[in-house]
Nanobody, 122 residues
Framework: QVQLVESGGGSVQAGGSLRLSCAAS????????MAWFRQATGKEREWVAR???????NYADSVKGRFTISQDNSKKNLYLQMNSLESEDTAMYYC????????????????WGQGTQVTVSS
């Protein structure tokens, strides 16, 4: 049973930094790609960043230059370094993963974590 568990969320002032983590377990093989999504109160879920099996990252325009997605060598632990945080970054952040190429690049993810809350205040 594949499980994704996020951690590292919290409250921070604008301009500060946080590092989110996501641990994948219950699978022999590492995911083909993993991603971070977020959903603010009253808003639709939005994609934040993605990383594939060759560690190639992609970012939403809203976070490009401020956030960095990365993995450890096992590719079962995902990270999101968030710098220069803004109030607009306040949201529940979710880790997602897929084991297929097509799903990865179509942003169709098979497994999701429970989320970790990030709150940015002025």
């Amino acid at each position: 049973q594949v499980q994704l568990v996020e951690s590292g969320g919290g409250s921070v002032q604008a301009g500060g930094s946080l590092r989110l983590s996501c641990a994948a377990s219950g699978t022999t093989y590492s995911p083909y790609c993993m991603a971070w999504f977020r959903q603010a109160t009253g808003k639709e879920r939005e994609w934040v960043a993605r990383i594939d099996n060759n560690r190639r990252p992609n970012y939403a325009d809203s976070v490009k230059g401020r956030f960095t997605i990365s993995q450890d060598n096992s590719k079962k632990n995902l990270y999101l370094q968030m710098n220069s945080l803004e109030s607009e970054d306040t949201a529940m952040y979710y880790c997602a993963a897929t084991w297929t190429t097509v799903n990865c690049w179509n942003s169709v993810f098979d497994y999701w974590g429970q989320g970790t809350q990030v709150t940015v205040s002025s």
